[in-house]
């Protein structure tokens, strides 16, 4: 049964430190999403890639954040360093090449609280 | 925008009753994607109509499309419990997918 997953499930960090989140995409999708959920911005879109090169990373602060996809098997989304507003749920979904993008597959998520 | 509204943005209803929700969209489509998302989870795909398509039936579930309302609506029959969540409209055109707020979903039992 494929699936996406996501590591860690749950993350709590103080304020100033470094977090990675990892994904890993059902295998033979080419496209990965990073999405971003709170309960006042909802399902927010934060960069996603092709065939492991990165298309758009518009909806990610630069400053902070980075998203890489070392290989195939891996995604990873980075904060450094971490604030209190960053607190969210982080999902990771992956799917095969669009456009018109069909199904997406979302992996379970990683809770991330800053303090 | 690709982003679709959904509305209402909240639904409770008796276990047993059907649920229909609607969504609106801006732009053209090339399909339409309805997604589900339990508390705590992530979204889950349930079903896809296309631009040239006017209903879709699965289980449960009937997806319709009113590209001259630019309109989409999902019902839910025979509603259970275990159908609470949020729901999920998606104009999948040219772009990656953007997400509205949803519609919550209360089963009650």
């Known amino acids: 049964d494929a699936r996406v997953t996501q590591t860690p499930r749950h993350k709590v960090t103080e304020m100033g430190q470094e977090v990675t989140m990892r994904c890993q995409p059902i295998l033979g999708h080419n496209t990965v999403f990073w999405y971003r959920q709170t309960m006042m911005q909802g399902l927010e879109l934060l960069a996603y890639?092709?065939?492991?090169?990165?298309?758009?990373d518009s909806g990610m602060p630069k400053d902070r954040f980075s998203a890489e996809m070392p290989d195939a098997t891996l995604a990873t989304l980075k904060i450094q360093p971490s604030e209190p507003r960053d607190s969210a749920v982080y999902f990771c979904a992956s799917g095969l090449e669009g456009p018109p993008y069909n199904e997406q597959f979302f992996g379970p998520g990683t809770r991330l609280t800053v303090l | 925008s690709q982003q679709g509204e959904e509305d209402p943005q909240a639904l409770s209803i008796q276990e047993g009753e059907n649920a229909t929700m609607n969504c609106s969209y801006k732009?053209?489509?090339?399909?339409l994607q309805w997604y589900r998302q339990n508390s705590g989870r992530g979204l889950v795909h349930l079903i896809l109509?296309?631009?040239?398509?006017r209903e879709k039936h699965s289980g449960r579930l009937r997806v319709t499309l009113d590209t001259s309302k630019k309109s989409s609506s999902l019902l839910i029959t025979a509603s259970r419990a275990a159908d609470t969540a949020s729901y999920f409209c998606v104009n999948s055109g040219n772009t990656p997918l953007v997400f509205g707020k949803g519609t919550r979903l209360s089963v009650i039992a």
């Open positions: 109509i296309r631009s040239n398509e």
């Open positions: 890639f092709r065939n492991r090169a990165p298309l758009d």
């Open positions: 732009t053209s489509i090339n399909n």
